[in-house]
């Protein structure tokens, strides 16, 4: 991958920078990094953390990219099934699980873009191993303590400028929340809507923001979403 986006992808997952750096071509440019980590009932943990790559103007195309992350996977690692459905590759790396396949990249509010999209499954027992922004972390301690049953921490790449950072999405799932701090939501200027739903938009210079507090199968979710000034740094 170019200089900017091997840089980026190490600043936010390091782990996944390394697993990824030795089988993306040079042409390619970081559109969208995920890292995700959910739990499951018999007290198993699984990470996820995900790239999306796109091409530069005089570099191999997405189907060219595509098929050279999954032959530099192959040589590197043992091929486990090909899930014909989204025409992903599965590989095996040890104990980490890699995957490729061609997809399409969100980049808020609602636009496609293509893209390779690489990911790697390991597993996490313990706590949530996220350390989130501080705009998210005074959300989260609004709704008192919890338990963490799931997490997400998303950065997609600025359209007008794709070296820098556009939009940070943060999530998490969250169990035993007392309900009276969900009903205190709206004396800190959230919205009650209708189905549960509380909603809180603002705007500086330097950021928007946009944070969901929503029922869940299991407890609540809390989201934020900020749309970052492309001038302002990238954490």
Same mark, same amino acid.
């Given at each position: 991958?170019?200089? #900017? ?9 390091? *782990?996944?920078? +390394? ?22 009932? %018999? ?7 995900? $790239? ?29 099934? !090909? ?5 992903? *590759?599965?590989? #095996? ?11 399409? +990249? ?23 191993? !996220?350390? @989130?922004?501080?705009? @998210?972390?005074? @959300?989260?301690?609004?709704?008192? &303590?919890?338990?963490?049953? +799931? ?9 007008? $400028?794709?070296? &820098?950072?556009? !939009? ?19 004396? #800190?200027? !959230? &919205? $009650?809507? %209708? ?20 029922? +869940? ?10 749309? &970052?000034?492309?001038? #302002?740094?990238?954490?």
């Amino acid at each position: 991958m170019d200089p #900017q986006s091997k840089a980026t992808l190490e600043h936010h997952i390091p *782990d996944l920078a +390394a697993l990824v750096e030795p089988l993306v071509p040079d042409e390619a440019l970081l559109v969208r990094v995920e890292d995700r980590w959910d739990t499951f009932d %018999d007290g198993g943990a699984l990470r996820t953390m995900t $790239a999306d790559f796109g091409p530069e103007e005089d570099g191999p195309s997405i189907k060219q990219m595509r098929h050279i992350v999954s032959e530099r996977m192959a040589a590197s690692g043992k091929h486990l099934e !090909f899930e014909d459905e989204l025409r992903r *590759d599965v590989y #095996q790396q040890g104990t980490t699980v890699l995957r490729v396949w061609l997809s399409a +990249a969100l980049i808020p509010p609602e636009y496609l873009l293509d893209c390779v999209r690489v990911d790697a499954k390991i597993a996490a027992p313990g706590g949530c191993p !996220f350390t @989130f922004s501080k705009i @998210f972390d005074r @959300f989260r301690n609004q709704l008192g &303590k919890a338990t963490c049953t +799931a997490a997400v921490r998303e950065h997609t790449m600025s359209l007008v $400028a794709l070296e &820098k950072i556009g !939009f940070v999405s943060e999530r998490v799932s969250l169990e035993g929340v007392d309900p009276k701090r969900l009903s205190d939501l709206t004396k #800190q200027g !959230f &919205k $009650a809507l %209708d189905g549960g739903i509380y909603l809180l938009e603002q705007a500086t210079t330097d950021v928007g923001i946009r944070v969901e507090v929503a029922p +869940a199968a299991k407890g609540i979710s809390l989201s934020c979403l900020m749309a &970052k000034n492309p001038d #302002q740094g990238d954490d």
